[in-house]
């Protein structure tokens, strides 16, 4: 007769382990999400007219403001007095490498200068290079939103990349 042959192997797959394992990764995972928190900027689309449409009123050019952001610095453009000519706020130091070598504070001092003179306009357009970090994209954000007890310009849209 033949022999049969027999392994000495558990066949047990060991659950146990992995039990315990998911026991204690889930509540670390649960823990870990209260920590993650999301914000959202509003955003909507410029309007083409500068007054309402179809109103009667005197129609003045929209401002179409527009703060092009690349490792270069700031460049602001727009139908403004100040702004004939594109006005470039470049870096400290030559070229941006960090969200801090950009000089957002001379761009929110220019800002509100445009906004002393178009104080009915509300809408800015963010146009960032591909190479723009989000770090500098949220400092443009802030520093185009103003502060909280005097907005500059609170609507950004954020368009396709700087040539």
């Known amino acids: 007769m033949r022999e049969r042959y027999t392994s000495d ?49 005197p129609h003045t050019e929209p401002l179409n403001l527009s703060v092009l952001i690349t490792d270069q610095g700031y460049t602001v453009t727009g139908n403004d007095e100040a702004l004939a000519e594109p006005v470039r706020l470049p870096c400290f130091e030559g070229r941006c490498r960090a969200a801090d070598d950009y000089d957002t504070s001379a761009l929110t001092d220019l800002l509100e200068g445009v906004k002393d003179r178009n104080p009915e306009e ?24 103003g502060e909280a007890d005097a907005l500059l310009f609170p609507f950004p849209t954020v368009a396709g990349g700087a040539q």
């Open 9 to 57: 192997v558990d066949s047990n797959i060991g659950a146990v382990p992995f039990m315990s394992l998911a026991s204690l990764l889930i509540p670390m995972l649960l823990m870990g999400a209260q920590f993650v928190t999301l914000g959202t900027v509003e955003s909507q689309i410029p309007s083409i007219c500068a007054m309402p449409c179809g109103d009667d009123g």
């Open 122 to 145: 509300s809408a800015v357009i963010i146009v960032p290079d591909s190479d723009v970090s989000y770090e500098v994209l949220i400092h443009a954000f802030d520093a185009t939103r």
